[in-house]
């Protein structure tokens, strides 16, 4: 969900982010958080487009004519190979071309694996750098109890070495592959 912690630690951690979301808002919680957004972070620009991505990315980029771009792109949407694929495709249009890296959620199940190998055998997806694997750090999640940001999680690097994963666990594969990715 583009809607949640991570847009409200993104929005935190940089004054001058604004936000564009695509999202299908089947929950019932979507209105609510974008009116918490609003709240918390008062004159800053949070856009969300409804939708299906597979139609709304497309429909948005032709309204918006190449006036939008973004640094940061993070697919996190259909689980199938074809949805997934569709939305990096899409989200090409998009694109900061001086400066962006593409993040893919879920980048283990299968059909967003799919996806992810097919964008980058067929160049649409191109490996930056690699970050090494004695380098490759997780994300921590801690969720906080009280105050304004009750709730969301603060999130702490660690080695992979040090995480705390489950005994079988997709998190480590998922640190193991990590990269720095651009869209082509």
């Known amino acids: 969900m583009p809607l949640s912690t991570q847009t409200v630690n993104w929005l935190t951690a940089n004054p001058n982010l604004s936000v564009l979301a695509f999202d299908l808002t089947r929950q019932l919680y979507t209105s609510a958080a974008v009116n918490a957004l609003g709240v918390l972070f ?14 709304s990315i497309p429909n948005f980029a032709h309204l918006v004519n190449g006036a939008v771009k973004c640094n940061i792109i993070f697919i ?7 949805g997934a694929l ?10 900061n071309d001086s400066y962006h890296r593409v993040i893919i959620d879920d980048a283990t199940a299968p059909g967003v694996a799919q996806a992810w190998r097919q964008a980058v055998d067929t160049g649409l997806l191109k490996l930056h750098s690699l970050v090494p694997a004695n380098q490759t ?11 304004p940001y009750a709730g969301a999680y603060s999130f702490t690097r660690q080695s992979v070495e040090s995480c705390d994963f489950p005994e079988s666990s ?3 594969q998922d640190a193991l592959m990590i990269g720095e990715y651009v869209l082509t």
């Open 76 to 82: 996190d949407g259909t689980h199938t190979a074809e």
């Open 137 to 147: 750090l997780c994300l921590q999640a801690e969720q906080i109890k009280t105050g």
């Open 42 to 55: 008062p004159n800053r620009h949070v856009t969300l487009v409804t939708g299906d991505s597979g139609l």
């Open 170 to 172: 997709d998190y480590v």
């Open 86 to 95: 569709l939305d990096i495709q899409h989200m090409r249009a998009f694109v």
